[in-house]
């Protein structure tokens, strides 16, 4: 069987267990890239502020609203991904020469936007609860107080009220956001090369290469996770609120936030984004290894 197989698998393993770990940034995070009036009672200062309250509000089960649908859509995300990434990889590595810069960006773009097509309505669900604020105030009315939907009830909600569409809103920003991973890649495979002419990389090398790259891409493609965001969640019905493009989006923030409103979050999401990256990539490599000599004897055997 093809080590591509065993790259997605380790793939999809390594998403999960760097989902689990840091998923509560992951919550704070979303919740203030979607937020647009920060003058509300109820409104986020900060990420700490953010922490405190979604925790005295919802409790602890608040800060991993979503968790089920983010860990599916991790496996399915990162298994697509590199899959094709190490399929696109294998064709230019010819030799056992590396990848060039070009021949990265290719792979990337082709894994990226394979993933992004299937992936969407996963991140749409996803982006919809964990963005959704619920209460544990016993005294309040059941009219304004909003239900804590599981991931079933939370795509027949969608379908009803937005339609079948809709699970690919936000995918212009999304497809954008393609970059993202490329510029991951592309810093971590480049670094990579040149560190392993010097020595054998060992799992904190893995970690420290992932928590390097993923911040340089993060960081240069935070307004369009913002804008992504906010295109995910329920569209409101009044104009100035609708985005109906990506740039559309991007003049509205500007116009009503200032551009500050474009890094709502970034402390958390950075924070986030690169502990996501660096478990991810560390636990990879181990799960790699593992999965190969599994996928091998099941082989033998049969």
């Known amino acids: 069987m093809s080590d591509n197989i065993a790259h997605a698998i380790s793939g999809a ?20 890239q979607v937020q647009k009036d920060t003058k509300e009672s109820d409104a986020y200062k900060g990420g700490w502020d953010a922490v405190v309250k979604i925790f005295n509000n919802e409790g602890i089960s608040g800060l991993y609203s979503g968790l ?36 990265s960006i290719m792979a ?27 209460s544990l105030d016993e005294d309040e009315s059941e009219k304004t107080k909003p239900k804590k939907l599981g ?19 936000g995918i212009i920003p999304a497809l954008i956001l393609v970059i993202n991973p490329i510029i991951q890649y592309t810093v971590f495979e480049q670094i990579k090369s040149r560190i392993e002419k010097m020595k054998k990389l060992g799992n904190l090398d893995f970690f420290l290469l992932g928590a390097i790259s993923k911040l340089v891409a993060t960081g240069s493609t935070y307004p369009y996770i913002v804008i992504k965001s906010r295109m995910q969640l329920r569209q409101s019905s009044q104009e100035s609120a609708r985005y109906k493009s990506t740039w559309d989006g991007l003049q509205k923030i500007i116009a009503n936030e200032g551009y ?27 799960l790699f290894k593992y999965t190969v000599a599994f996928l091998a004897l099941r082989k033998r055997v049969i």
């Open 13 to 32: 393993g390594g998403g999960i267990i760097s989902m689990i770990l840091t998923y509560p940034l992951i919550t704070v995070s979303s919740r203030l």
């Open 68 to 103: 089920n649908s983010a860990i599916f859509g991790i496996a399915v995300t990162n298994g697509i991904y590199y899959y094709f990434y190490e399929t696109t990889k294998k064709m230019f590595e010819k030799g056992n020469r590396p990848m060039s810069v070009v021949e």
């Open 108 to 134: 990337g773009t082709i894994a990226g936007s394979a993933t992004v097509l299937v992936t969407n309505p996963i991140w749409v669900v996803n982006t919809r609860m964990t963005t959704r604020k619920v």
């Open 151 to 169: 991931t079933i009830a939370t795509i027949l909600k969608i379908i009803n009220e937005d339609g079948f569409k809709s699970f690919w809103q």
């Open 260 to 286: 500050g409103g474009l890094y709502k979050g970034i402390t958390s999401k950075l924070l986030q984004s690169v502990l996501t990256a660096a478990f991810l990539f560390m636990y990879k490599e181990v």
